[in-house]
């Protein structure tokens, strides 16, 4: 086992993964709060430790632009951006999935402006929930280090050849100074094979991709997509096992704590979830059976191991650090509702709107919610009953 | 069995990420569907001079072996462009439900 710890910012941690994952191609736009990522990574390539093309594009919409067409030709493509320029480049977001190009990217998770805001949430990554990239979210330094590596295992694995991207924090992840395990380079090649893409453009054999599809093939196209997207969880599954027998640290779609006997849990997506561990704590040492259920795989939605995870469960807190405005609340919280509508024993699930643009959510808040949850038990709690929670009235 | 109709395969038959393996296969697309007029040709008034040949804008006409250019139907969208630049008139578009 490796002990190769370093204390440094998981952005640049971030960006020695993507450099020693041989990348070949590195389309990107500064923004915060992803820029030291990317600035890593440019010099980086300056400084000849990595044969790679870092392409200062003049837009988001260029860098995801020029990221098709490098993953097109089969070499190792990686860009990253944060909110407005998750926006920007958006509309081909949607294209790559469909091309099947095996694209990674890191999101630094930022707020949607307006107001005009630098600082965390996810309504940037949940604007495109529905693109069809898969999606994973990291709790630590140690997280977004191992997904890189799996990011482009997965996504370059012939059976899915889908686009990935990796969720991290900003700021509260990306700015932070942790300890992390850095993997030996024999253990990243034997863990990351060479890119061979299903598809490829050229001279030799030529292939026209992202040719228009007329409605009387569309249809069969987006199912294609779907059973693409869906079929992927078999080689996720095997990617995590394969990184845990390397690594130690074996990562599930759905991962618990101190969830098995727990009647309440708390669902999280993020970094947030290693404060609400503290909560749990807690509320345990009061006497209260109360656990924390975090999902790590995103899209394609973990199903079942979600419903398996929180079968006994009788109330769920779910943490959303989105709205959907006019709408259900929250999008994960909708998601939850969703994944266990028809189930026998439905638990109630409430949902707290929390966190957003950066705003701290502490230990406190938690058990707070879990309070308030505790006040609802036995009342009628509907999808629009969410509370955004700590707003000033 | 029947012969499957390759322009409709399943979603199981698309070559993934919906690649076009074979090059120039656009050739196969039948725009002649898109026509509500056809253009006719009155070889009493044509004078050969391939005028309309020259303004097709989908190359959709061709010269016959009595020297004659006549549209491929195959291809012919019906645009009336032949008629209209046709110095003799020689071209009439036709309704295609007669």
Redesign the interface.
Same mark, same amino acid.
């Given at each position: 086992m490796s002990t190769n710890r370093k204390g440094i910012e998981v952005s640049i941690g971030a960006a020695d993964a993507v450099a020693m994952a041989d990348v070949d191609v590195i389309a990107a736009y500064p923004i915060t709060p992803q820029t030291h990522i990317v600035e890593h990574l440019s010099e980086i390539v300056a400084r000849g430790d990595l044969d790679a093309e870092f392409i200062p594009v003049e837009s988001e919409h260029s860098a995801m632009s020029v990221c098709c067409g490098s993953s097109a030709v089969g070499a190792r493509t990686f860009t990253c951006t944060s909110a407005q320029g998750l926006a920007l480049m958006n509309e081909i977001v949607f294209i790559a999935p469909?091309?099947?190009?095996p694209i990674v990217m890191i999101l630094a998770n930022r707020s949607l402006s307006g107001p005009l805001s630098i600082w965390n949430d996810h309504s940037d990554v949940m604007s495109i929930r529905d693109c069809g990239w898969i999606q994973v979210f990291t709790e630590n330094g140690q997280d977004v280090f191992d997904h890189v590596f799996f990011a482009f295992r997965v996504a370059e694995s012939r059976q899915v050849?889908l686009p990935v991207i990796v969720n991290v924090d900003g700021f509260i992840l990306t700015h932070m100074i942790e300890a992390i395990e850095y993997w030996e380079p024999e253990m990243v090649r034997r863990y990351l094979p060479e890119f061979n893409p299903?598809?490829r453009l050229h001279p030799d054999?030529?292939?026209?991709?992202g040719?228009f599809?007329m409605p009387?093939?569309f249809?069969? !196209?987006k199912? !294609?997509q779907n059973? !693409?997207l869906l079929s992927s969880k078999v080689e996720i599954l095997n990617a995590w096992k394969e990184m845990g027998d390397i690594t130690g640290r074996y990562y599930q779609p759905v991962e618990s704590y101190q969830a098995d006997d727990a009647d309440t849990v708390f669902l999280t997506m993020g970094s947030l979830s290693e404060t609400v561990s503290i909560a749990v704590d807690r509320l345990r040492d009061q006497g209260k059976k109360v656990g924390q259920v975090k999902l790590r795989l995103w899209r394609p939605f973990p199903f079942e191991e979600f419903r398996q995870a929180v079968k006994h469960v009788k109330k769920i807190i779910v943490l959303d650090r989105a709205l959907s405005f006019g709408g259900p609340g929250g999008p994960v919280a909708s998601e939850i509702r969703a994944a266990l509508y028809g189930e026998d024993n439905m638990p109630l699930i409430t949902n707290f709107v929390a966190g957003l643009a950066g705003r701290d959510v502490t230990v406190n808040d938690y058990m707070a919610m879990a309070e308030k949850t505790e006040q609802l038990a036995g009342s009628k709690v509907r999808q629009d009953d969410y509370i955004i929670y700590g707003v000033r009235e | 069995m029947p012969k499957k109709n390759i322009?409709? +395969?399943?979603?199981?038959e698309? +070559?993934?990420?919906?690649?076009?393996?074979e +090059?120039g296969n656009a050739c196969r697309y039948k725009t002649g569907d898109w026509r509500s007029m056809r253009p006719v040709v009155d070889k009493e008034k044509c004078i050969q001079c391939g005028v309309c040949y020259l303004f097709c804008p989908d190359m959709a006409i061709y010269k016959n072996d009595e020297g004659f250019f006549v549209a491929d139907l195959y291809y012919c969208k019906g645009c009336g462009i032949c008629a209209m630049e046709c110095f003799t008139g020689c071209i009439s578009m036709i309704p295609e439900e007669e």
């Open positions: 469909c091309m099947r190009l050849s299903v598809n054999k030529p292939v026209t991709m040719a599809g009387g093939i249809t069969e !196209a199912k !294609a059973e !693409a | 322009e409709e +395969p399943t979603w199981r698309l +070559p993934v990420g919906c690649v076009i393996s +090059p």
